[in-house]
């Protein structure tokens, strides 16, 4: 079965460093999620994609965060400058469109010291 | 604004007993409901996906409901097995980008 892929799988960082998480959805999805699950919660909503463009950017801190899906196919996720309030699990998730189900990769765990 | 609430927390149960996680939603406008598991330190993967036109869905022992218009949703697990030990979220997709709003999940475990 096709999988969402994302990479790293783990990244401890510095704050104030610059750090990016990469996802590779599953070929054909063209809508793309980031979330990010602080442990013990569930996930909230960073960023949606329709093909290359935002849908819905609205809880993304934009003068830190920043993503893009430039091809509408993988997409990047950067943070710069993290800081320590950033430490948490970024998730990827691409479905066929707003009907089908979510499809999750396994999440980068970002840990900022 | 799309709110989710799970209802317990956390559950522990011995091996074999039926059981219910709850799933309440604010928006009863909803497109759809979805049901993950989620091991610990992985993503989640998808179990059930229930439709706003839709009443249930069933998948091997699980089977989940969705109620609109009281604004909740269930997701039964028959003769539950220590392999069945996860969070359980669920998540309302609302709002006109259809966006999928989680809960904080149940956490669940059957022990032997």
């Known amino acids: 079965e096709a999988e969402v892929a994302q990479s790293p799988r783990y990244k401890i960082t510095e704050k104030s460093q610059a750090v990016a998480f990469w996802c590779d959805p599953i070929?054909?999805?063209?809508?793309l999620y980031w979330y990010r699950q602080i442990l013990g919660q569930g996930p909230e909503l960073l960023v949606q994609f329709q093909d290359e463009s935002v849908v819905d950017d609205s809880q993304l801190p934009k003068d830190r965060f920043s993503a893009e899906r430039l091809k509408g196919v993988d997409s990047t996720l950067k943070i710069q400058p993290a800081e320590l309030g950033d430490s948490a699990m970024y998730l990827c998730?691409?479905?066929?469109?707003?009907?089908?189900?979510?499809?999750f990769g396994n999440g980068t765990r970002l840990t900022v010291t | 604004k799309q709110e989710v609430t799970q209802i317990p927390a956390a559950l522990s149960v011995p091996e074999g007993e039926n059981l219910v996680l709850n799933c309440s939603f604010t928006?009863?406008?909803?497109?759809?409901l979805q049901w993950f598991r989620q091991d610990p330190g992985k993503g989640l993967t998808s179990l059930l996906l229930?439709?706003?036109?839709?009443r249930e869905q069933t998948s091997g022992r699980l089977n989940a409901s969705l109620d609109k218009s009281s604004g909740r949703s269930t997701l039964y697990i028959a003769a539950s097995q220590p392999g069945d030990s996860a969070t359980y979220l669920c998540a309302g997709a609302s709002g006109g980008s259809y966006i999928p709003t989680f809960g904080r999940g149940t956490s669940l475990i059957v022990h032997p």
């Open positions: 070929s054909g999805h063209a809508t």
């Open positions: 928006d009863s406008a909803i497109y759809n």
């Open positions: 229930i439709q706003s036109s839709q």
């Open positions: 998730a691409s479905s066929l469109g707003s009907s089908s189900p979510l499809h």
